[in-house]
């Protein structure tokens, strides 16, 4: 038996911002984050976002690995870049960062600020996680294959077209690995086994999302892109490549410093467009996890650099031998906070590797979309947390 519908016209108050049949920037929409899903683009987008989550899922389900949660609430910084949100109880009466006075010395304010922190709801400084490789590591060592989907935190004062404060990663671990091909294969499989399926299985929301959104050319450099072996190259060749193409830009490329946007974008450029590997990076640079190599100076790690969007994975084989990671910990003044990681190998275990892959840094490369605050409903960043 059928249900009957009575349908009736609504009128609309006030000055609704959409008209019918007119196409309207992502500019526009996105000062109306809580209508934009109504506009035909963005629907799009999130039958789009949720085809893709569905497509790594399986991709992980089908090789065998095991799904898991890792939390929100850490006391480890898992990058070391110190740009991490710090929690602490809202209304917990004394619990409030105390501000120097103008009589008051920073150092005396940096350790009442640490008293404060050690008295607050967990008893020591506690961060939003910025990724979940970590807890990943422990779950390893007796799960061999795991990965995690979930939100990451970054206190990245930044307005680009590229940095979210709350994001989505995809970070996997499996252990009995040693061997850094092997761990880019699984990302490069990851990578074109669900754009792949994305292009295929929904093909109207795509091409309406290359009509509409993607700049022109996106879909064949896709197309290429899949059929294409990634390229691999060593930081150090990088670096060699770029100062010999002499090309003008911001900062001149050196050895043991970081690429910047520009030259991913020239690296990407020289190896024809496709994405490009960029592996072995130096030591000082990368965080304490990271095996090092025979070389001493640099460790067995990777970059995954994708055109116009920049770094879409990291990833390395980590470091095994306690010793090493022993002096590791202590030069990044960790050995106490992290004393349980040493367990890991203290207590014995199998050779692990991993990656993390930002999931809208996926959906703004393979989706051809400008700003990566147009790949999620509601996008939080520097000085903006509407809704």
């Not at 920037?25 to 989550?53: E, V």
């Not at 996680?129 to 799960?143: D, I, R």
């Not at 994975?313 to 022993?326: A, F, N, P, V």
Request: hydrophobic content about 35%.
């Amino acid at each position: 038996m059928g249900n009957e519908f009575e349908l009736a016209l609504l009128w609309l108050q006030g000055s609704y911002p959409f008209k019918p049949r007119k196409r309207y920037s992502t500019d526009y929409t996105r000062q109306f984050l809580h209508l934009r899903q109504r506009t035909n683009s963005f629907s799009a987008l999130l039958r789009l976002r949720n085809a893709a989550t569905r497509e790594m899922h399986d991709f992980y389900q089908k090789l065998g690995f095991i799904q898991v949660h890792t939390p929100i609430l850490t006391t480890n910084d898992c990058e070391g870049a110190g740009d991490v949100f710090h929690v602490l109880p809202a209304k917990q009466q004394g619990h409030q960062h105390l501000h120097e006075s103008e009589h008051e010395q920073s150092k005396e304010a940096e350790e009442r600020n640490r008293q404060v922190d050690e008295e607050a709801f967990f008893g020591k400084s506690t961060y939003l996680t910025v990724s979940g490789q970590l807890h990943l590591e422990a779950l390893a060592s007796g799960m061999a294959r795991v990965y995690t989907f979930n939100p990451a935190f970054r206190a990245e004062n930044s307005q680009g077209r590229r940095h979210l404060a709350e994001f989505y990663m995809l970070d996997a671990e499996f252990a009995f690995v040693s061997s850094l091909d092997d761990v880019m294969q699984n990302v490069e499989d990851l990578v074109k086994t669900t754009t792949r399926n994305l292009l295929e299985k929904n093909q109207e929301d795509f091409d309406f999302y290359m009509k509409r959104i993607a700049s022109k050319g996106h879909e064949e450099s896709l197309h290429r892109t899949l059929d294409t072996q990634f390229a691999r190259v060593t930081y150090t060749e990088a670096i060699e490549m770029l100062a010999k193409r002499n090309e003008v830009t911001h900062c001149k490329p050196q050895w043991g410093h970081d690429l910047s946007k520009e030259h991913e974008q020239l690296v990407v450029k020289h190896y024809g467009g496709v994405p490009v590997f960029v592996t072995d990076w130096p030591k000082s640079i990368k965080p304490f996890y990271m095996r090092g190599n025979d070389d001493k100076k640099t460790v067995a790690c990777f970059d995954l650099l994708v055109p116009k969007v920049g770094e879409l994975c990291g990833g390395s084989l980590r470091e095994e031998r306690l010793r090493l990671l022993e002096t590791s910990l202590k030069k990044a003044g960790l050995a106490d906070t992290l004393s349980w990681y040493l367990d890991l190998r203290r207590y014995g275990g199998a050779p692990t590797g991993g990656y993390g892959i930002g999931f809208e840094r996926y959906l703004q490369w393979s989706l051809g979309i400008q700003n990566i605050k147009d790949t999620l409903p509601f996008p939080r960043w520097a000085h903006h947390c509407d809704l």
